[in-house]
């Protein structure tokens, strides 16, 4: 079990820090028949761009796949560990995949901040007696209209997280293009669990959505104390104590 939060919370950390240093690289995840959940770094773009199909997912069985259209290369977890560096690991990434090497990473955005928030909140978390996880909430067909939001369970019991939803749902009905900085395809909702509870709901759009306290701006509070993202998971820990 341990080991298993472990390979979870590298897996974020890699995958994050590859979205961070690759600005039109987003996160999603989904379900393998064989490996479970499965965290997946995908390019974003145009369908005739060449890098735009290049995707890295991590499981918890055997490690981080570099996927694109020529095929995928396996990195194992044992390699992984071995280079004892996971700045190494994302470095032979950029490498052997098409994302390629990277002189100046780009500034961090509402979303990369969230993304590493989610790593830094598992990371925290590796002792505790509670499982924790972080999954996408699927809203695609909520907000294209083609069923209710209250379908999407617990994690839209938190009002602002349905208002949210009630926003992007208007946006997508009255206007041709999806009316926000993220396509309908890319989650920008993540859900924190604790076991099986809603702890918490991470927003790329830079904010925390909490049951007693609401929204927790983390990228206003990232920017105000000097870009620490130790006194963001602070702050989002204070929000969530019930």
Known sequence: MIADRFLLQQAWWILSELC?????TVMDRFVHEQHGGVLLAKRIG?????????????????GIRIMQRSGSTLIPWAEVFEAGDAHAIVRHIERISPLGPVESAPSTTHRTLVYRLAARILASRLDDRHDWSIEPL?????IQGERTIASLGEAVTLPTVRADLEHQRQSFATTTAFASDHPVFVPHLWVVRRDVDVAMVLDTDGFV???????????????EH????????????EATRE
Do not use: F, M
Request: hydrophobic share 40%.
């Open 20 to 24: 961070r240093r690759h600005e039109r």
């Open 46 to 62: 145009k369908a005739a761009e060449p890098e735009t199909n290049v995707g890295v997912a991590a499981n918890l069985v055997d």
């Open 138 to 142: 699927d809203a695609a067909a909520a």
């Open 209 to 223: 959505h909490t049951r007693s306290r609401g929204l927790v701006p983390v990228e206003r509070i990232y920017e």
């Open 226 to 237: 000097g870009r620490d993202l130790d006194r963001v998971l602070h702050a989002v820990w």
